[in-house]
């Protein structure tokens, strides 16, 4: 039987962060409800989960198994730097047509961005005029969550979800200040420079009770202090960095690979793109947090120390070039060196045209289903399950996050299948209906 509490009344989605993928997803939103197109590439809404044995042929839509918001009871909130309406920041961002954004205008000119927590010592590349002031870090965190109850109240929702959307922060290293709740308190009254905005966010959602996940690589939930809030207040949290285009092949091609015991000897990759998050990322400082977030993914997948002679010599390489005439169609390239029977060389090329923020859109919307899920089936701390979604997952202390998405995918279905009291499908079975 299940124990989730049914998703009644209007959700709000929040996101800090107003750009390219919080208007995309919006906007996709919006489009659907309106019957101007499809959900594509979103799990909860497009995906489907087999049930019982092979034979007994019950493969529903996960959207009619789970009860989740439907989308029709979504209300879109958030903050930004800048002053544009999500019409304008859609029109700005170029990803999607102006003649299907005209068709959605008004509704998407209402969605107006609320007054930032920014500072620019973590973003150097930005600067805008729609900033809070406060006098420190707590009365900022303070400030987020009256907004927060304010949109709540004038908007009835029954539930609110954050999903950090905002631009990648300089790369910051857990350190003392982030070690407990009591420290990383006493760190946002004393203006810790260690306490980037995206954190001065998460504090202010989970110390609420409101679900968060973070899209992008900040350091943001993914420290000590926070998981310990998350339990205080029972609070389902998610991180980081949306797994999107170069990554999301990683970690299609990487364990099929590794299945098949074929050697690796180097893995180059390299994006183009010309965004605004591009121009963010040329920045060293923040490129090094999405670099770090990046790297992680083969170690974990291919575990050379347990492997050296298939994957002891592996060489591993990232690069990010700003490149503004691809726009938000990032080129993602790869050059893997592979090696076969008897060490003879082989070599593949990906060269990935993607969209990067078409991509992301339907990981949001997933994203703040399941939390707002999760937190309904009383959920909470790290929600492992949704590191299907994400480029270097949060995992509990002392465990490597897992990125193999056929693993992923796997523990996602397995979670929703537990949440509605059925069995478990682990493809073990000895007889052939498994
Ligand atoms: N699109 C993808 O495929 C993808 C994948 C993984 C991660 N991400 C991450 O998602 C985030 C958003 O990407 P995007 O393409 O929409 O970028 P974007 O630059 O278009 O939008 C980010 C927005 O965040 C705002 N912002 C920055 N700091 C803020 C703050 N403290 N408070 C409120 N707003 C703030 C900026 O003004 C900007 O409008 C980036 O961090 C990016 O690295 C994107």
């Known amino acids: 039987m299940s124990k989730v509490k049914p998703a009644t009344g209007k959700l709000g989605i929040l996101t800090p962060g107003m750009g390219a993928v919080a208007s995309t997803f919006m906007a996709g939103v919006?489009?659907?409800?309106k019957g101007l197109a499809k959900p594509i590439g979103s799990v909860s809404q497009m995906g489907d989960i087999r049930l019982g044995k092979r034979t007994d042929n019950r493969n529903p839509l996960i959207k009619d198994f789970v009860p989740l918001t439907k989308l029709t009871d979504i209300v879109f909130g958030g903050w930004d730097i800048f002053e544009d309406n999500m019409y304008e920041s859609a029109i700005h961002a170029k990803v999607l047509d102006k003649t299907l954004l005209d068709q959605i205008r008004p509704?998407?000119?209402?969605?107006?961005?609320?007054?930032a927590v920014f500072d620019r010592e973590y973003v150097k590349r930005l600067d805008g005029p729609n900033v809070k002031t406060g006098a420190n870090k707590m009365e900022l965190a303070e400030a987020i969550m009256e907004d927060m109850r304010r949109f709540k109240e004038e908007n009835g929702c029954d539930r609110l979800v954050m999903v950090w959307c905002?631009?990648?922060e300089?790369?910051?290293?857990?350190?003392?200040?982030?070690?407990?709740?009591?420290?990383?308190e006493e760190g946002m009254r004393n203006n810790d420079p260690n306490i980037p905005p995206s954190m001065i966010y998460a504090y202010a959602a989970v110390k609420m009770g409101?679900?968060?996940?973070?899209g992008a690589p900040n350091l943001s939930c993914d420290v000590e202090a926070m998981v310990e809030l998350a339990k205080q207040t029972k609070t389902p949290i998610a991180g980081k960095d949306f797994k999107t285009g170069q990554t999301l092949m990683k970690t299609i091609v990487a364990p099929g690979l590794k299945v098949r015991a074929l050697g690796i000897r180097g893995w180059f990759s390299t994006n183009i793109l010309g965004n605004r998050d591009g121009e963010v990322l040329d920045d060293p400082d923040n490129f090094k947090s999405k670099e770090v977030s990046k790297l992680g993914v083969l170690e974990e997948i291919l575990k050379p120390e347990e492997n050296p002679d298939l994957y002891g010599d592996l060489y591993h390489k990232v690069r990010i070039n700003y490149y503004p005439p691809h726009g938000d169609n990032k080129e993602g390239w790869d050059n893997i060196d592979i090696f076969g029977w008897l060490g003879y060389p082989m070599q593949i090329?990906?060269?990935?045209?993607?969209?990067?923020?078409?991509?992301?859109?339907?990981?949001?919307?997933?994203?703040?289903?399941?939390?707002d899920l999760a937190s309904r089936s009383e959920l909470y701390g790290i929600q492992e399950w949704l590191s299907f979604y994400l480029k270097s997952p949060q995992a509990a202390k002392g465990l490597s996050p897992m990125h193999d998405i056929f693993l992923q995918n796997q523990k996602l279905l397995n979670t929703l299948r537990h949440l509605m009291g059925e069995e478990l499908i682990t493809h073990l079975g000895m007889d052939?209906?498994?």
């Open 210 to 214: 409101i679900p968060y996940a973070n």
């Open 432 to 434: 052939y209906y498994y």
């Open 30 to 33: 919006i489009a659907v409800n």
């Open 349 to 371: 090329k990906i060269d990935f045209l993607c969209r990067d923020s078409i991509l992301a859109a339907p990981i949001v919307l997933d994203l703040a289903l399941f939390l």
């Open 166 to 168: 905002g631009s990648t």
């Open 170 to 184: 300089i790369y910051i290293e857990p350190s003392e200040v982030h070690s407990t709740l009591e420290k990383l």
């Open 107 to 115: 509704e998407l000119e209402a969605i107006k961005p609320m007054k």
